[in-house]
């Protein structure tokens, strides 16, 4: 069965102190791995789809990177309304997507 | 170009009624996903479906739980019976495809409270 784990859980960072968040992952036969935001009392926001270990994805201050065991979320001079909870979720051929369960990000003024 | 519209947004429901949950998916979009987040837990699958068929339902409780997706219609997600249990957040998302290429669309939930 595909899973994903993520880390930290929470992350309290400084507007301005860059950082990253982690996603672990195994899957059979990788489609797709994909990162979203949560604001809270929202639903999932989608941010990003990378296909193969190299690949990366820019947005803003966000930049997704892939290797075929992990993914990591990097966060530029973050301001506060990158506050949120970032997800990360897999899809193995075509298969549904599974969800980690999150890194709440806290960016403080 | 509406999104993906869900409703209620809110529900509350006693011990042994029935919820039903209703997704309109985005325009142009044929596959339609629920999943249910309790809270500091991440999203869980329920079941995946196109127009008259559930093509994966393995994420689903085997009891009280249904779903369906009419050929008119919005997606419904149908609990029987609910118990405290059930409490949560009731997500549907739609994609354009089912590979997920472009990602899904999510609504903004259901929150269902059973007292």
């Known amino acids: 069965e595909d899973q994903v784990t993520q880390s930290p859980e929470a992350l309290r960072l400084q507007e301005g102190e860059s950082s990253s968040l982690n996603c672990s992952y195994t899957v059979s036969g990788l489609r797709g791995l994909f990162w979203y935001r949560q604001d809270p009392g929202k639903g999932p926001e989608f941010l990003f789809t990378l296909y193969s270990a190299g690949e990366e994805k820019e947005k803003e201050r966000l930049k997704a990177t892939l290797t075929k065991k992990e993914s990591f979320l990097h966060i530029t001079a973050p301001k506060p309304e990158d506050s949120a909870t970032y997800l990360c979720a897999v899809q193995g051929g075509y298969q549904k997507v599974t969800f980690g369960t999150g890194t709440k990000l806290q960016v403080i003024p | 170009n509406a999104g993906v519209m869900q409703n209620p947004r809110h529900l509350v429901r006693r011990r042994g009624q029935e919820a039903r949950l209703r997704c309109s998916p985005m325009?142009?979009?044929?596959?339609v996903y629920w999943y249910r987040q309790l809270p500091e837990e991440g999203l869980k699958f329920m079941v995946y479906?196109?127009?008259?068929?559930?093509?994966?339902e393995s994420g689903m409780p085997k009891e009280r739980f249904s779903a369906e997706f009419p050929k008119e219609g919005p997606s419904i997600l149908r609990i029987q019976q609910v118990v405290r249990g059930d409490s949560a957040a009731y997500f549907c998302?739609?994609?354009?495809?089912?590979?997920?290429?472009?990602?899904?669309?999510f609504g903004s939930g259901t929150r269902l409270t059973v007292v």
């Open positions: 479906l196109q127009k008259e068929n559930i093509i994966d």
């Open positions: 325009k142009g979009h044929s596959h």
């Open positions: 998302a739609s994609s354009k495809d089912r590979g997920a290429n472009y990602g899904y669309t």
